[in-house]
């Protein structure tokens, strides 16, 4: 498919054909931290364009792999109600 159609597809127009995409990890374990040294980012930097060559998928979703977390500002104990009481937006804390 080109790019018109998939988008067609998107947006519940007619298509010719469903979209294909298969998202995959290249990493042994996705469900660590994704901050972590641990080759993450080059392993994904390094096969995803192999693997779109191979696969030919009509579009791709790009993303690395790993978990993100976010400091919880100052919160010592997430089961205490009243420490909760510090937490922010996520939207602020990223964006000011």
Known sequence: MNKLEVLKAFQNQDESQIP???WHH???????????????????LNKESE????VHPDFIKLMND????YQLNN???PRDLRSLL???QLRKMMYG
């Open 20 to 22: 294909f995409s298969v």
């Open 51 to 54: 693997f779109v060559d191979a």
């Open 66 to 69: 790993g978990y993100f977390t």
């Open 75 to 77: 919160v010592d104990n």
């Open 86 to 88: 510090k937490l922010r």
């Open 26 to 44: 290249f990493t042994p374990n996705e469900h660590v931290e994704a901050t972590a040294t641990n080759g993450m980012y080059s392993a994904d």
